[in-house]
Structures are given as C-alpha cells and as structure tokens.
C-alpha cells in the first residue's frame, strides 16, 4: 500500500522560505516520476515542479528560479525547497508519483496516480 505522507508547511511573510518533505512508505518503483503540486481555492490543482528517474527537472514559469525540487533516491523523499515566497504561492501543496515509468519530469497531473494528503501553505504580504 503506497502512502505519501507531505509535511513542512506553514505561515511565512513574503520573502521567506519553506522546505517541503514527502516522505514514501511502500512505493519502491525508482523509474518513476516525481513532483510537487498545488491547489489554491478557486482554481484547479496545478503542476509547480516535478522531477523524473533520469534526474530531469520541470518547474512552472511562476517558480522558477524560486523553488528547487530534489529527490533522495535512498530513502525515495522528496523535498522542495521554496525561497522567496509570495503571497500567491499560497496553496495546498501536494506530492504526487507515477505508477508508470517515467525518465522525464512531467508537470502534466493526469501522469501521477499516487498522492500525498496536502501540508497547507500560506504566505502573507
């Protein structure tokens, strides 16, 4: 049974950082993809970073150079590194991972069949 089990989450001011973990219990699959999804209220659930089994990384245009996804292959955990957060980067953050092969990241949601529970993030100006 695959459980993907998000913490790190929190309040911050604009312009401070967080650091997200996943941590996986049951999941062994390595060639699979990995990544960092988010759901503000009102909008649908987006891809905002993913990395894939080659080592392969994707971000959204509206994290990039901000956020940093890596993966410890070794205990398959994953983490995004969030720095300079705005107030519009407040969501429901969720980790996600294939059940499929999957060498090259993908942001694309209807890759992902494995999901997280969602740690809250809230950034305030």
């Known amino acids: 049974q695959v459980q993907l089990v998000e913490s790190g989450g929190g309040s911050v001011q604009a312009g401070g950082s967080l650091r997200l973990s996943c941590e996986t219990s049951g999941y062994t699959y390595s060639s699979g993809c990995m990544g960092w999804f988010r759901q503000a209220p009102g909008k649908e659930r987006e891809g905002v970073a993913a990395?894939?089994?080659?080592?392969?990384?994707s971000y959204a245009d509206s994290v990039k150079g901000r956020f940093t996804i890596s993966k410890d292959n070794a205990k398959i955990t994953l983490y995004l590194q969030m720095n300079s957060l705005r107030p519009d980067d407040t969501a429901m953050y969720y980790c996600?991972?294939?059940?499929?092969?999957?060498?090259?990241?993908?942001?694309?949601?209807?890759?992902?069949?494995?999901w997280g529970q969602g740690t809250q993030v809230t950034v305030s100006s």
């Open positions: 996600a991972a294939t059940q499929m092969y999957c060498y090259y990241s993908d942001l694309d949601v209807r890759v992902y069949t494995y």
């Open positions: 990395i894939g089994s080659g080592g392969t990384t």
